[in-house]
């Protein structure tokens, strides 16, 4: 894919947060595999244990968001579908537990940002583009001291083309010289070329499974860039 020489100043940069910006899903990880090992099933294996997992939070998503009290909801469902039993109090306990490790990891910045955020935001308008829950997220954002260099931020419940439009209109934003930055193909990229975009797609080998999907072609006179790290946008927005 051709990497053109940087971007005249003047561009709006909608980022992405988790996984983006900062470490995310990694703490996520972690606490499903506790939960698999303690749940420690007889009958089924790890892997279909992820797999109930993974179709409890496409259920919870439907009906209460992201963030970390659905992530919660999840476990225990998938817990309770998995043994057939209601969760005992000292099991409650034990699961939410797993949710408080996420909700006590510092803010890891990824490699880069810290250094080059300040300089885009000299060049260009950047507005934080993110979902899940309200507090949650504007929470991680103040922690990760990041906050002064975006002109807007926008917590959607969800990201789709729809969204994507919304911010456009909201912010005034020119299509032609407009971008969203991110990780996730279901989230980040492919809704945002179906709004009339540029896109770039930043490689992260921990992204969430639920949002892996194959990435769509740019549609004429829109631009679709892929990089492998935070740092290499220097070579493209500076």
């Not at 997220?137 to 990041?146: C, I, T």
């Amino acid at each position: 894919m051709d990497m053109p020489t940087p971007f005249p100043p003047g561009q709006t940069l909608l980022f992405d947060a988790d996984d983006t910006l900062w470490e995310n899903n990694i703490y996520f990880e972690r606490a499903i595999a506790a939960f698999i090992a303690y749940l420690d099933h007889r009958v089924h294996t790890p892997e279909q244990v992820r797999e109930a997992l993974n179709q409890a939070e496409r259920d919870t998503i439907q009906s209460h968001g992201y963030g970390l009290a659905s992530f919660t909801r999840s476990l225990v469902t998938c817990f309770e579908r998995l043994t057939a039993g209601p969760l005992s109090e000292h099991q409650h306990q034990q699961i939410r537990s797993f949710a408080q490790s996420i909700s006590d990891q510092e803010i890891e910045l990824l490699p880069g940002v810290r250094e080059l955020l300040p300089q885009f935001a000299s060049r260009h308008r950047l507005i934080l583009m993110t979902k899940g829950s309200q507090a949650e997220q504007a929470d991680k954002l103040s922690r990760s001291g990041l906050a002064e260099y975006f002109s807007a931020v926008e917590i959607v419940p969800e990201k789709n083309p729809t969204a994507y439009a919304d911010v456009v209109t909201r912010h005034q934003c020119a299509p032609h010289s407009t971008w969203m930055i991110g990780n996730s193909p279901k989230s980040d990229i492919n809704p945002a070329l179906a709004a009339g975009l540029h896109a770039v797609f930043i490689f992260h080998k921990d992204t969430w499974v639920l949002e892996h999907a194959e990435i769509h072609a740019a549609p004429e006179g829109q631009r679709l860039l892929e990089v492998e790290s935070f740092k290499a946008l220097a070579d493209l927005f500076l």
